[in-house]
Nanobody
Framework: QVQLVESGGGLVQPGGSLRLSCAAS????????IGWFRQAPGKEREGVSC????????YYADSVKGRFTISRDNAKNSVNLQMNNLKPEDTAVYYC?????????????????????WGQGTQVTVSS
C-alpha cells in the first residue's frame, strides 16, 4: 500500500473555492490511478473524481461536473482537486485513494472497494 496525505480543506462560503492536494512520498503518484471520494455525515462514501494513470482519463460525478477539476502535478508528486463554486452540499470529508492493481476510470462512479490505500481525509465545510 501507498501512503497518501490530503491537505487544503477548510471552511469556505458558498460560491468560494478550495484546492485539495493529495501528496505521497517515496514513490511516484503518476504511476497510480487516483480517486477522490467524499463522505458527509450520515451518508455513504461517494466517488467524486478519478484520473487514470495511463492516459489521464478523468471522471467527475454529475454533482460536481463543471465545478471540480482533477489534475496531476508531477513536479510536486501530487494530485489536486480544484473545487470552484462550492455549495453547502459539498460539505464532507474528502479522501484521496489509490488502488493496488491497475484501475481505469470510466464514465461510471468509481467503486471504493477497488481502492486500497486511503489518506486520512480533509474536512471541507461550505457555509455562510
Amino acid at each position: 500500500q501507498v501512503q497518501l496525505v490530503e491537505s487544503g480543506g477548510g471552511l469556505v462560503q458558498p460560491g468560494g473555492s478550495l484546492r485539495l492536494s493529495c501528496a505521497a512520498s517515496g514513490f511516484s503518484l503518476k504511476r497510480y490511478t487516483i480517486g477522490w471520494f467524499r463522505q458527509a455525515p450520515g451518508k455513504e462514501r461517494e466517488g467524486v473524481s478519478c484520473i487514470t494513470q495511463s492516459d489521464g482519463y478523468t471522471y467527475y460525478a454529475d454533482s460536481v461536473k463543471g465545478r471540480f477539476t482533477i489534475s496531476r502535478d508531477n513536479a510536486k508528486n501530487s494530485v489536486n482537486l480544484q473545487m470552484n463554486n462550492l455549495k453547502p452540499e459539498d460539505t464532507a470529508v474528502y479522501y484521496c485513494t489509490a488502488p493496488d492493481l491497475i484501475y481505469y476510470c470510466s464514465e461510471h462512479e468509481p467503486d471504493a472497494r477497488d481502492f486500497d490505500s486511503w489518506g486520512q481525509g480533509t474536512q471541507v465545510t461550505v457555509s455562510s
